[in-house]
Nanobody
Framework: QVQLVESGGGLVQPGGSLTLTCTAS??????????VGWFRQVPGKEREAVAC????????YYREDVRRRFIMSRDNVNHIVYLQMSDLRPEDTAVFYC??????????????????WGKGTNVTVSS
């Protein structure tokens, strides 16, 4: 059974950095065939898409408020996807999830085509 496991969350001060890791296992096809997204959710609010990295060219896309602070990358050999987060702000506090999409480019609507979810990792930005 396909599993996605996030790690790397924690407590960090404003302006600090964290790198989240999403490790995939039990995929029938190489993870590199699938776009992978990062999402976040604050309790009581809807889950929102943060970033996506495409299959093939590994092009990445970001929501506007993280564009110059977060970098997404992937290691297709080891089935790992990373989200490097810098200049973290209190409003980045959330549970972060990774998810895979159907093979192809990152979808225009990140709510469409999700095939698997991880269970999430907590990120708290506070002084």
């Amino acid at each position: 059974q396909v599993q996605l496991v996030e790690s790397g969350g924690g407590l960090v001060q404003p302006g600090g950095s964290l790198t989240l890791t999403c490790t995939a296992s039990q995929f029938t096809w190489p993870l590199g065939y699938h776009p992978v997204g990062w999402f976040r959710q604050v309790p009581g609010k809807e889950r929102e898409a943060v970033a996506c990295i495409s299959s093939g060219d590994d092009r990445s896309y970001y929501r506007e408020d993280v564009r110059r602070r977060f970098i997404m990358s992937r290691d297709n050999v080891n089935h790992i996807v990373y989200l490097q987060m810098s200049d973290l702000r209190p409003e980045d506090t959330a549970v972060f999830y990774c998810a895979t999409f159907r093979a192809g480019p990152c979808p225009a609507d990140p709510n469409i085509g999700i095939t698997h979810w991880g269970k999430g990792t907590n990120v708290t930005v506070s002084s």
